[in-house]
């Protein structure tokens, strides 16, 4: 008795903006945990980079085609890493007892089943892949509950939030912060020349291509609300959103007695990974205090402008819709994103080809996982043919 039990730790989206700050807080603490799993999509240099800083006992690659490089890297490196490629290889070892914890850090609806596999096994999840919930979050929810997985949100939104909730109290009312990324107070026209490399560029965040794009139409917070709305069980007329560009306050409840309690700090994700790792416990993250003065000395506040943003619309509609819609909203939104990042359509084609898809398939009311994958797919064979037919009239 009295010794530490290690904690082993899967790191999913390792390569990643999140997955590397998970590693920087994990490796602070190599009494405590270890990263025991490491998976990414197809980058194997960048995977393989990791095994030799982490010695991992397994290594996973998405793209099957990639497993004799990771293999023979590994073997190279003379690691006793295990290779493996694929996403049902992923979905086992997370639910095997390689690891206590996962950090669920897979960019998109990609990430969908390997939390599930997790939820399943009522392993601790740091979800930062909000995609999951946006697609199907009735069902993760229920599943987390059914198998005693604890869920420990890493959106530093969801995360403020949760740490205002530990005393178990339920909240009147929610009020996400966002910074209003990098075009805040823009208007539609300038917004229509809007280029990739701009819309990348966070001014508080450094983040992955596909949520810093979200960030900037606000669907990031879209799919927020409709994050918060499963993980806290609070309706959606109860949830709203603020702009706050210094985030520094990065969430806040209301209680009904008056109270309401924030949660602040520097906008670094280590914070929200460390309350994951450590919880109940507060444990380094190497992110120092917040000083208000030298930040500026001013938190402001203001509504955010729906009419220039109306991804953000979008979202509240598909949630009071429910059933099928957010996994329409999300699908279309992944595919109209990835076609601005490639050049094919602008920036503001995004909400159109999302509001397109939403218009052309009615909110179904189930949350099967079949009806929610079918309706995934289906949106995107539909943002597509949205996507060509743009991209036709702009050439
Ligand atoms: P990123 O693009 O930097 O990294 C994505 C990771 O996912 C990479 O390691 C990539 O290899 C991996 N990946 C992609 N497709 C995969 C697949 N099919 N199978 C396995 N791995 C795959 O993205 P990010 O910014 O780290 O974001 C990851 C998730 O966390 C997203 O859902 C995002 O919304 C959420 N999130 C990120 C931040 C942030 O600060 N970056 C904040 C809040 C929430
Ligand atoms: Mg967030």
Known sequence: AGFLMMQRVAVLGATGSIGTSALDVIARHPQRMRASVLAAGSQVDALLALCRSHAPDHAVIADMASYSALRDGLRTAGLATQAHAGSEALDALVASDACDTVVAAIVGAAGLPSTLAAARVGKRLLLANKESLVLAGELLMREAHAHG????????EHNAIFQCLANGNTPSRITLT??????RGWSG??????????????????MGPKISVDSATLMNKGLEVIEAHHLFEVPVDAIRVLVHPQSLVHS???FIDG????????P????ALAVGLGWPKRIASGVPALDLLSEGGRLEFEPPDLAAFPCLSLAFAAIRAGGTAPAVLNAANEEAVSAFLQGHIG??????????ALDAMPANPTDSIEALLASDAQARVNARQTIARIAGSRT
């Open 149 to 156: 997985a604890v869920i420990v949100p890493i959106d530093s």
């Open 178 to 183: 966002a910074s209003g990324g990098p075009f």
């Open 189 to 206: 026209r300038r917004l229509a020349q809007v280029t990739p490399a701009q819309a990348v560029a966070h001014p508080k965040w450094s």
């Open 252 to 254: 806040m409840v209301d």
């Open 259 to 266: 109270s309401s309690l924030a949660q602040l700090g520097l």
């Open 268 to 271: 670094d994700m280590r914070t």
């Open 347 to 356: 920036f503001l084609d995004i909400p159109s080809t999302v509001a397109a």
